[in-house]
Nanobody
Framework: QVQPVESGGGLVQAGGSLRLSCAAS????????MAWFRQAPGKERDFVAT????????RYADSVKGRFTISRDNAKKTVYLQMNSLKPEDTAVYYC????????????WGQGTQVTVSS
């Protein structure tokens, strides 16, 4: 197992944008689907978005559909999450992970990156 490294979080006003990055050291990075999850204070960690290994198919949680875009660069072993039109309810720690087709995570969780959206 490997531990992803998330970055790009910060404090932003409602309506603003952020781009998160997730770097993986797994040699077979381009053989796996990747996903972003988030955990708000006092809540369970929830699915946000996933992308298949070649980037040709993506899926999103209803709460972020139309506002967030997941993408990946297999040469850089990095997956991104472009977040637009941010809302206060998007405030959470964001994590990425390799996943199987059931969205079961395959690696230990990294430190995550904090996203705070002020109203």
């Amino acid at each position: 197992q490997v531990q992803p490294v998330e970055s790009g979080g910060g404090l932003v006003q409602a309506g603003g944008s952020l781009r998160l990055s997730c770097a993986a050291s797994e040699r077979a990075f381009n053989s796996y689907a990747m996903a972003w999850f988030r955990q708000a204070p006092g809540k369970e960690r929830d699915f946000v978005a996933t992308i298949i290994r070649d980037g040709g198919l993506t899926r999103y949680a209803d709460s972020v559909k139309g506002r967030f875009t997941i993408s990946r660069d297999n040469a850089k072993k990095t997956v991104y999450l472009q977040m637009n039109s941010l809302k206060p309810e998007d405030t959470a720690v964001y994590y990425c992970n390799r996943v199987d087709f059931t969205l079961r995570t395959l690696d230990t969780w990294g430190q995550g990156t904090q996203v705070t959206v002020s109203s």
